[in-house]
Every structure is written in C-alpha cells, then in structure tokens.
C-alpha cells in the first residue's frame, strides 16, 4: 500500500525530474549498495563526434568513408548513425546499397558492397590483422576516451575511424555524490579496456567492466547482487532492458529507447544523472517519516 509519505515523496520526485513507477523501488533506494551504468548513452550523451579517419596506403578518406556509410547507414547503432552523418559531409556522391546485411551485436555489421565482405566493428571482431594495423595510434586514441573501429575486405583492414563520445556534464559530479553515500559504482561497456578505462576516470566511477558484450550485463548484474543487498541498473538502451529488469531498481534515462522506459522502475527526466543521489537521499529522508 502507499503511504501518504511515499505518496508526497512520489510527488516531490516527480516535480524533480524523478519519475518512480510505484512506492516500492521510491523505499528500496534508501537500501542501495552498488549501481551498475551502462556507458553510451547514459554516462555519456550517445551522440559520438568522428575525430580522426585514418586509411591503409592507396585508398583514399573519402573511398574509405563512402563504403562503411554505405553499409553503416543501415544500421541503428549510435556508432553508426554518427560516421554516417560525418561521412555524409564528406561525399557528395550517392552511397551505395549493399547486397547483404548482418548485425552482429556487441561487435559490429558485416555488409556486402560489389560482391567483396565487407566487416566493420570493434579490434576483437578482427583477427590479428586490426591488432597490428596503426597499433600506436589506436593506443594513442583509446588512451583519450575514444572509441575505435575498423573496417575490412578482402584484401585486410581499410582503415580505422576514432569517435569521442562526450561524458555528461553532470556524471563526475553525480557519481561522486554516489561514492560519497558509500555505494559502489560500476560501469558497464562493450568498448576496449583503454576507452573504457579513460571514461571511467572522466566520470570517477570506481569499477568498470570493457568488452561486455549485450547478455554479460544481466551476468554482472547478478553477480552484484550476490555480494550487495540492493543493487540499481541505469541505461538508455534496448539491449539494457534485461538488466533493468534483473537489477532490484531498473533506472532508464528519459530520453532512452522504449523498452529501456518501459522496463525500468524508474525513469530520470531530462536525462539527469544527479537525480540518482537525490532520489537516494529522499528515500532515506522518507524512509525515517515512517519509521
Ligand atoms: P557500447 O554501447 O558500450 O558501445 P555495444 O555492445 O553496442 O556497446 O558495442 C560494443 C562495440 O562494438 C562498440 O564500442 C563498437 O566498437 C562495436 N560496434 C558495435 N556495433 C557497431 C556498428 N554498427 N558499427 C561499428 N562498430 C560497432
Ligand atoms: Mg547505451
């Protein structure tokens, strides 16, 4: 049943940016040991900047760009839809339409364009060949929070396109209002080590899992929950609903896919991260009234 303090605390929550589904998850909060985000989208804004386009000799920015556009643009990773539209500035001519398609999440897409594969992702969707192509400066990028991809056909790599992600104005703060309250915080990607690394310094979350790919967030959501009484989800994403709905508080950015918002228990307004140590902090002060 609800109480009338958790009724006015719901309230409260709502004119702040903080929507609860139910009394329930508004109490459990007050509990909250550790709390698990996702990184694209949620610890930053989702809409990556291309920064750097680098191609293997005799092949030129362009040639490069107006094929991974070519099988990128049907694809709705965030990724994708932002080396398009760089691409897009780039090129004038009409991008192709490729003959075959295949997502592979977690990874990237491999597409086909003049009957030659072509493969587009992350370095682990490779063999050794994107290890060893530019192996500096792909360091040097991940180093900066950015995230790398390679393209290939037949003949190997094509090049590689950095992207940087900005972190959210308000995550340092947010997270480090979290780690004061005494709650473990970790986040969770399928980016490299290096990237994740370097955004988990940006933002000061404590822990960070890199190479996670879509199921492994619900795995360490569970884990979490063996060593911590109550454990919270943050994302914006499709393949973060099972987490949230795992976690003992789901918590979807407003502004996140459907299923993100219609799975969580929560959902933050505006997409603001410091509700989440606010919310925690109006729990405990409800909590009190009833006790
Ligand atoms: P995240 O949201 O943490 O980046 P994903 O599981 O969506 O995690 O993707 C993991 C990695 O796989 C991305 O960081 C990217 O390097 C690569 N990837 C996935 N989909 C694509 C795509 N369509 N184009 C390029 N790279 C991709
Ligand atoms: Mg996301």
């Known amino acids: 049943a609800i109480t009338p303090a958790s009724l006015s605390a719901i309230s409260y929550g709502a004119r702040h940016g903080i929507l609860f589904k ?28 291309v920064t750097d386009v680098i191609t293997r000799e005799g092949v030129s920015e362009e040639e490069f760009l107006y094929i991974v556009a070519s099988i990128e643009r049907y694809s709705h990773h965030p990724l994708a839809q932002s080396i398009v539209q760089h691409a897009q500035s780039k090129i004038t001519k009409e991008l192709k339409q ?8 977690g990874f990237g897409v491999i597409g086909s364009l003049n009957n030659q594969e072509i493969k587009i992702g992350k370095r682990e969707f490779f063999k050794k060949e994107a290890h060893a ?15 790398v991809v390679y393209a290939k056909d037949d003949q190997g790599i094509i090049g590689m396109i950095a992207l940087k992600d900005m972190v959210r104005s308000e995550a340092k703060e947010a997270i480090s209002v979290l780690n004061e309250l005494g709650i473990k915080t970790v986040m969770l990607t399928g980016d ?15 822990n960070y899992i890199a190479g996670c790919l879509p199921e ?3 795995t360490h959501v569970k884990t979490l929950k063996q060593t911590h009484e109550t454990v919270a989800m943050v994302g914006d994403g ?12 789901g918590i979807a950015m407003g502004e996140g896919t459907d299923v993100a918002l219609e799975t969580a228990d929560i959902v933050l307004m505006k997409n603001n991260l410091s509700k989440i140590a606010q919310a925690v902090k109006l729990s405990k002060k409800m909590n009190a009234i009833i006790k």
């Not at 930053?44 to 900047?49: E, I």
């Open 133 to 147: 192509f530019c192996p500096n400066l792909s360091e040097s990028f991940a180093t900066e929070g950015k995230t």
């Open 98 to 105: 490729p003959e075959q398609l295949e997502d592979v999440p």
């Open 216 to 218: 492994e967030k619900v």
């Open 192 to 206: 490299s080590e290096k990237t994740a690394s370097a955004i988990s310094k940006e933002c000061s979350v404590e």
């Open 238 to 249: 499709i393949n973060d609903a099972p987490a949230l709905a795992h976690a003992n508080i």
């Open 22 to 49: 139910n009394g329930l998850h508004l109490e459990r909060l007050a509990h909250l040991e550790a709390i698990a985000f996702d990184k694209t989208g949620t610890l930053t804004k989702g809409t990556p900047a």
